[in-house]
């Protein structure tokens, strides 16, 4: 028995471990699922993440961020090693605490908006839209939290375990990037029974919600924006079958999303499945209509780089099947700082201070993890 315990790694024990020796990692649990998987790259060469077609028969995990022509490039995380809970091979236990690397920190600067600077950029989103006539742009912002995160983080991933229907995911590459979060959002799924995505969008608290949650314009509309988006984008390449359900209520921690179902049984060749990813990315979800001019609008308005935050992140198996989902109610891990980010579909129809409550609300899906593990420093 006692020797059992001495020979098995848990995931936290091999996050601590990565986390202090610099290794490259994943983990992630899928929606639904009680399976935590492990992942990590015993070389610190970085890989750029070349798409669906270039790395086949790979096993490992893709991060990639909002924005490609930003300074964050798209990784791809090499499974040298993985589990499933618990490493239980004596051998690959101590290769994995005998691999250290050196990597430069990564130290937060200070980006984060105030209530008031946060309402008058909806105030100019929301004018622009107007101005320009277009139907909706994604504004966000993020909350920095100072704090031992290193050794934090482990811990906050065990606490995402409450949120079953959600996408729990920890990856990092030392010095460059490292997220964690619970997404509620499919970005694409790909097995060989198919392809499935989603449409995500209009939000509610939960303890405010009627039973069954009711529904206003402005969230309808803006939930049929990525509806139209999605379906316009998935008919070019699956002209056989296309199954389209909903849209239904959704709970996602403390809020409801509307979120339409797309599936299709049909299957497509590699370089295929990179074109209908760079022409689904980034959706309305996250950006807006017209695509290219509300990412510039978010670009000026925004004035902080988004990073990973609303790009899509996820495993990718050997057989090609991938389980993507887009980086959200997420936070950058730095060595010294929690950082979330949090943001909402923006319509010539939003309220402003309604828009930065919304804000808070999905927040507090992260923040009240750290609030439940009495971390008596900080106040937020
Ligand atoms: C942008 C975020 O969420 C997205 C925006 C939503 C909205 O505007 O209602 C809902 C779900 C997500 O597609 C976020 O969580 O930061």
């Known amino acids: 028995m006692i020797e059992q315990t001495e020979n098995r790694l848990s995931v936290a024990e091999a996050q601590n471990i990565c986390l202090r020796n610099n290794i490259p990692f994943y983990t992630y649990r899928l929606p639904g699922s009680r399976e935590v998987i ?40 090499k499974a040298d090693l993985s589990f499933t809970d618990y490493l239980t091979d004596g051998e690959a236990i101590r290769n994995l605490q005998n691999t250290v690397f050196n990597t430069p920190e990564r130290i937060f600067t200070k980006q984060d908006c105030e209530h008031f600077e946060y309402l008058d950029e909806l105030r100019t989103m929301i004018d622009t839209l107007k101005r320009e006539g277009m139907k909706k742009a994604v504004l966000s912002r993020t909350i920095t939290i100072p704090c031992d995160s290193l050794r934090l983080s482990p811990a906050i991933f065990e606490q995402m375990k409450q949120y079953h229907h959600a996408f729990l995911f920890f990856a990092a590459i030392p010095g460059k990037c490292a997220w964690m979060g619970a997404s509620p959002e499919t970005f694409l799924k790909y097995d060989r029974n198919g392809f499935f995505t989603m449409a995500l969008a209009g939000t509610q608290p939960v303890a405010t919600a009627k039973n069954p949650p009711e529904w206003g314009d ?66 309305p979800a996250v950006c807006g209509l017209p695509k290219k001019r509300a990412m510039q609008i978010i670009t000026e308005i925004e004035k902080r780089d988004r990073g990973y935050y609303a790009g899509f992140l996820g495993p990718l198996q050997a057989s090609g099947a991938f389980d993507l989902f887009v980086n959200l109610r997420t936070m950058e891990v730095f060595d010294d700082a929690l950082r979330l980010y949090v943001g909402g579909g923006i319509t010539p129809l939003s309220d402003p201070e309604t828009e930065w409550q919304e804000t808070c609300q999905k927040a507090d899906t992260l923040l009240n993890l750290i609030r439940q593990m009495n971390y008596g420093k900080i106040t937020f």
Request: hydrophobic share 35%; with cysteine; proline share 5%.
């Open 38 to 77: 492990f992942g990590a790259q015993l070389s610190n060469d970085t890989r750029i993440f070349k798409g669906f077609e270039k790395h086949r028969g790979e096993k490992g995990f893709v991060i990639t961020p909002f924005n490609h022509s930003s300074w964050s490039f798209p990784f791809f995380i």
């Open 218 to 283: 402005k969230d309808i509309e803006e939930q049929q924006i990525v509806t139209d988006y999605i379906q316009d984008t998935l008919r070019h390449f699956f002209t056989r079958h296309l199954e389209i359900e909903g849209p239904i209520t959704l709970q996602a921690g403390n809020v409801f999303h509307l979120c339409t179902f797309f599936r299709s049984d049909e299957q497509l060749p590699a370089d295929q499945i990179d074109e209908l990813v760079g022409q689904l990315h980034p959706t």
